[in-house]
């Protein structure tokens, strides 16, 4: 292998299709749960696990939730809303906005603090956590986690938040097998190319913490992560900055806490 090009990444659509919705099924019957809720945002993740979901279970085991704030973008509702609809599939609108408005002032803290704008992040993603449990929970439902392998390798998730859930069925795919994945199963071509943003705050998106997208990042992930091969020859093999390869392998060292179990003295 002489290149870390992003064909690296191919598979077998057909084939991995087919081992994803075996295991949603094996999953939720296992559980006995009576199917799952999943959190709309109208991007690409959510979107293609809805779809798995659908097609692993029947529509009408599928609940989709969508939580928007005041600076959810339009489209993004929008998207959520068409996709459902074209699925058959029910469908519940929380937003949060209220919710974090109070916790904030309970807090004592402006929902606008730039100090403070990740730590109120992530009160976002783990306020809908607890509304995806809650209906987890008075539906018999298990809540279906959206990560992807790339945001999980550098931790670009919030712990407890929507790094929570009783299942991933996509998180062995990196970002671009997922969006090809999406492709494979004809989802709507403005989904599956839309740039990812989990509108934490206003404009969330990867290029704020991490100066690469997806079909660069990807590559990199995969020759660190699954080649094993060590930063140098990744970057050589990418053409990625060696700076920017070892900013990786830091992030992913920084985040391991959010792939572990929290540690303690159990035997």
């Not at 992003?6 to 075996?22: A, Q, S, W, Y």
């Not at 290029?207 to 080649?227: A, H, I």
């Amino acid at each position: 292998m002489k290149n870390l090009e992003p064909d690296v990444l191919e598979f077998d659509p057909e084939v991995t299709l087919n081992e994803i919705l075996k295991f949603i099924r094996k999953t939720v019957e296992e559980a006995k749960a009576l199917g799952v809720v999943v959190g709309l945002s109208g991007g690409i993740d959510s979107s293609l696990t809805t779809v798995l979901c659908v097609r692993a279970l029947g529509r009408e085991k599928v609940l989709g939730i969508l939580m928007p704030t005041s600076f959810t973008p339009k489209e993004d509702v929008e998207d959520a809303l068409e996709l459902a609809k074209l699925l058959g599939i029910r469908t519940e609108k929380v937003s949060i906005d209220n919710v974090c408005k109070s916790f904030f002032e309970m807090m004592h803290v402006k929902e606008n603090s730039v100090e403070l704008k990740i730590s109120l992040a992530n009160i976002r993603a783990r306020i809908r956590m607890a509304i995806l449990y809650f209906y987890a929970n008075v539906h018999n439902l298990l809540v279906a986690g959206t990560g992807d392998r790339s945001e999980s390798l550098i931790g670009f998730y919030t712990k407890y938040g929507d790094g929570a859930a009783d299942f991933f069925p996509i998180k062995h795919l990196y970002k671009t097998q997922a969006r090809r994945l999406a492709a494979y199963l004809k989802l709507p071509e403005r989904i599956v190319w839309k740039p990812s943003s989990p509108q934490l705050y206003p404009g969330h998106k990867l290029s704020d913490e991490l100066p690469l997208d997806y079909e660069r990042l990807d590559p990199v992930l995969f020759g660190l992560f699954d080649m094993k091969f060590p930063p140098k020859k990744v970057s050589e093999m990418t053409n990625v900055p060696l700076e920017i390869v070892i900013e990786i392998v830091n992030r992913n060292k920084k985040t391991e806490h959010k792939r572990s179990l929290p540690p303690s003295l159990e035997r």
